[in-house]
């Protein structure tokens, strides 16, 4: 019961990827801060110069192919943490 309140959806997670992926809310959403914080970083200093807006633009697109297995593994991650 536990699990199912705090696991994560692919689907919600695509969506958060598609409307504010470049602030890196998916990341923030499947934990992964370090990540999340690079791209939101990323994509305000990309106000002013072109190279962050690359940055961000590249990690967006890894995580187009990899957002399935990101969510399975946080998912796995969380059974763990929850039978340990």
């Not at 536990?2 to 997670?13: D, I, L, P, R």
């Amino acid at each position: 019961m536990e699990f199912e309140a705090q696991k994560k959806s692919t689907g919600v997670t695509y969506l958060l990827w598609f409307f504010l992926g470049g602030f890196g809310i998916h990341r923030f959403y499947l934990g992964s801060i370090g990540v999340g914080a690079v791209m939101l970083i990323c994509t305000l200093l990309g106000i002013f110069l072109l190279f962050p807006f690359i940055v961000t633009a590249v990690i967006g697109i890894y995580d187009l192919f990899t957002i399935p297995s990101q969510v399975r593994t946080y998912n796995q991650n969380l059974i763990s943490k929850i039978g340990a």
